[in-house]
């Protein structure tokens, strides 16, 4: 039985995961940022850099020891090589670095948005393909189309926001906290999200792409003009006025992101979907889509909630499928802050 350490710090959150044999998840520690970066109402890239280098030793030393393993017994090293940001991937990879030459056992190179595609597989390690993945998150919104594994189509992508970074900038304007998302899911919960008929974006030439920039600039005029805008926190998240907004919000980035989807699946003749991506942690999109996926005869995979953020047991899990093969990389391979997935 093969162990893979993972190392994922692409982004906010520094974590590490030991993953046994594909799929099996030993352990999985997640270090989250969002303290330092909530004040700027985003991420500072130099502020995380620096969180990253010193979380990385002990996160990666509880990962070890939830697993009840030791360096001695792992295979192989994965890491996360980008997309993301070029200071906090190099903490990263220059660990895992050091880990895979000082031990003597590969390090894989994993794409994030690979490992985002591979978290449902962690407690669906059955799924059959082809099947049309969303990976829907803080930096990306786009659609696969994967026909066999370890094989990516991009089908769609935004052409601005991404929905997740719309999420959070809808929030940050209204004065909610950092990161958005979250909040927005909670306090839409009972509101009326039918209060707003917002736009949605429409694109020519039967393109898939997303766009939510438009939705964002909406948002923020009818904040404005209703005297919503920059308010104070605690007042924001229990404003009636707020709710009815971010549910109506909520409600046409879900609309989009479902239909869109669906129409990716009738184009490719293809009835199973992956859901994956910090924003999969939707509950109003697990929701549509679970009913939206009855209604129309397929099936959704989604990863519980955990897997849905970045982590890094999606990281290992994606690493098993170079490790097989034995794909491994050369200890000179460096970051790609812009790693594409798939052709
Ligand atoms: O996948 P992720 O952790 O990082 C990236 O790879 O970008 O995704 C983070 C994004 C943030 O924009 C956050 O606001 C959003 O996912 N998010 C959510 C929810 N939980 C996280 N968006 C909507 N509803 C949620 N429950
Ligand atoms: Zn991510």
Redesign the pocket.
């Known amino acids: 039985m093969a162990k893979i350490l993972a190392i994922e710090s692409?982004?906010?959150?520094t974590a590490a995961a030991v993953v046994e044999d594909r799929c099996h998840v030993l352990s999985s520690v997640i270090a989250s940022q969002h303290d330092i970066h909530e004040k700027y109402g985003g991420i500072v890239p130099e502020l995380a850099s620096r969180r990253h280098l010193e979380c990385i030793g002990p996160v990666v030393t509880e990962a070890l020891e939830r697993a009840g393993t030791t360096v001695q017994g792992l295979d192989a090293i994965a890491v996360t090589c980008g997309p993301?940001l070029v200071g906090p991937l190099l903490v990263g990879l220059c660990a895992a670095k050091a880990m895979a030459w000082q031990l003597g056992i590969p390090l894989i190179a994993v794409n994030?948005l690979e490992g985002?595609v591979r978290s449902p597989f962690i407690e669906n390690p059955g799924i059959e393909l082809p099947a049309v993945a969303l990976v829907?998150?803080?930096?990306?919104t786009a659609l696969y189309l994967c026909p066999e594994e370890g094989v990516y189509r991009q089908l769609a992508r935004t052409r601005d926001d991404?929905?997740?970074?719309a999420?959070?900038k809808v929030?940050r304007f209204l004065g909610l906290a950092?990161?958005?998302?979250?909040i927005?899911?909670?306090i839409s919960e009972g509101a009326n999200e039918h209060a707003i008929d917002f736009p949605r974006a429409v694109m020519k030439n039967q393109s898939l792409d997303f766009s939510f920039s438009g939705l964002k600039t909406a948002a923020r005029i009818r904040a404005t003009d209703m005297g919503l805008a920059h308010g104070n926190e605690a007042e924001a998240e229990g404003s009636p006025a707020v709710r009815d907004l971010v549910a109506s919000f909520?409600r046409t980035v879900v609309e989009t992101l479902v239909d869109t989807t669906l129409r990716a699946c009738r184009r490719e003749g293809v009835t199973t979907v992956l859901l994956a991506?910090?924003?999969?942690?939707?509950?109003?999109?697990r929701r549509v889509f679970a009913e939206a996926a009855d209604r129309n005869g397929l099936t959704v995979f989604m990863p519980q909630?955990a897997y849905?953020?970045?982590?890094a047991a999606m990281i290992g899990a994606a690493a098993f499928l170079q490790f097989e093969r034995g794909l491994f990389a050369p200890l000179n391979v460096n970051a790609d802050p812009n790693w594409k997935l798939g052709a």
Request: aromatic share 4%; net charge negative; glycine share 20%.
């Open positions: 692409s982004c906010d959150e993301g994030h985002h829907v998150s803080g930096g990306h991404a929905a997740g970074e999420f959070d929030a950092y990161p958005g998302g979250p927005i899911d909670r909520q991506g910090g924003v999969a942690c939707n509950r109003r999109l909630p849905t953020t970045d982590n």
